[in-house]
Antibody, heavy 118, light 107 residues
Framework: QVLLQESGPRLVRPSETLSLTCTVS????????WTWIRQPAGKGLEWIGR???????LYNPSLKSRVTMSLDTSKNQFSLTLTSVTAADTAVYVC????????????WGQGTLVTVSS | DIQMTQSPSSLSASVGDRVTITCRAS??????LNWYQQKPGKAPNLLIY???RLQSGVPSRFSGSGSGTDFTLTISSLQPEDFATYYC?????????FGQGTKLEIK
C-alpha cells in the first residue's frame, strides 16, 4: 500500500514562501507523476502541477510564476514551493500520485491546511 | 483551460434512491474523465476512470457514462456511506481541472 504524507509549516506570512514536502512510503518514487492539488475551504479542487521522476515539471499557468516543484529520490520525497503568498493561497494542500498511463490520481495524502496570515 | 461544470451543486436523497450527477466540459474531452468521492476531512477516492470504468474495489452500484462534453455518474441505490461530495476531473489536457463538486446529502 502506497502512502503519501504532507509536511511543512501550517502558517505562512503574506508575501513569504510556502514550502511543503510529500513523503512517499510503501513504494518507489520512480516511474510516476507526483502531483500537488489544493482545496480552499468550502471550495473545489485546484491542480497546482506535477513532477515526473526525471525531474520534468508541468505547472498550472495560473500559478506558474510562483511555483517550483522538486524531487529527492534518495528520500522518496517531492516538494512544493509557492512564493509571494497571499490569503488566497490559504487551502488544504494535498499530494497525489498519478501513474504514467492514464490520468487518474490513485493515491493521495491526507492533506495539510496551510493558512496565510500575519 | 477546460472548464468542468457539475450539476446539481447539491442534492438531497434517501437511502435506496437512484441518483445521477452530471458533468459538462467546455470542450470535447473524449472519455478522458474521472469521478472521485470525497468525505469530510478525507482525500478524494477514485470511483470511475476513463468515463465509465469502475475502479477496483468500488461497489458496482456506481457507474459512469458519457463522452465528448457530457458525462454522468449514477449511483443505482444509495447507501448510507455514499453521502459525500463528488467531483469530476478531466485529463484531456493540462492544466487538469475539476468540477466544483456535488454535495450529496441525506433527505
Amino acid at each position: 500500500q502506497v502512502l503519501l504524507q504532507e509536511s511543512g509549516p501550517r502558517l505562512v506570512r503574506p508575501s513569504e514562501t510556502l514550502s511543503l514536502t510529500c513523503t512517499v512510503s510503501g513504494g518507489s518514487i520512480s516511474s510516476n507523476y507526483w502531483t500537488w492539488i489544493r482545496q480552499p475551504a468550502g471550495k473545489g479542487l485546484e491542480w497546482i502541477g506535477r513532477i515526473y521522476t526525471s525531474g520534468s515539471t508541468l505547472y498550472n499557468p495560473s500559478l506558474k510564476s510562483r511555483v517550483t516543484m522538486s524531487l529527492d529520490t534518495s528520500k522518496n520525497q517531492f516538494s512544493l514551493t509557492l512564493t509571494s503568498v497571499t490569503a488566497a493561497d490559504t487551502a488544504v494542500y494535498v499530494c497525489a500520485r498519478r501513474p504514467t498511463t492514464g490520468g487518474i490520481y490513485d493515491y493521495w495524502g491526507q492533506g495539510t491546511l496551510v493558512t496565510v496570515s500575519s | 483551460d477546460i472548464q468542468m461544470t457539475q450539476s446539481p451543486s447539491s442534492l438531497s436523497a434517501s437511502v435506496g434512491d437512484r441518483v445521477t450527477i452530471t458533468c459538462r466540459a467546455s470542450q470535447s474531452i473524449s472519455t478522458n474523465l474521472n469521478w472521485y468521492q470525497q468525505k469530510p476531512g478525507k482525500a478524494p477516492n477514485l470511483l470511475i476512470y476513463a468515463a465509465s470504468r469502475l475502479q477496483s474495489g468500488v461497489p458496482s452500484r456506481f457507474s459512469g457514462s458519457g463522452s465528448g462534453t457530457d458525462f454522468t455518474l449514477t449511483i443505482s441505490s444509495l447507501q448510507p456511506e455514499d453521502f459525500a461530495t463528488y467531483y469530476c476531473q478531466q485529463y484531456y489536457s493540462s492544466p487538469r481541472t475539476f468540477g466544483q463538486g456535488t454535495k450529496l446529502e441525506i433527505k
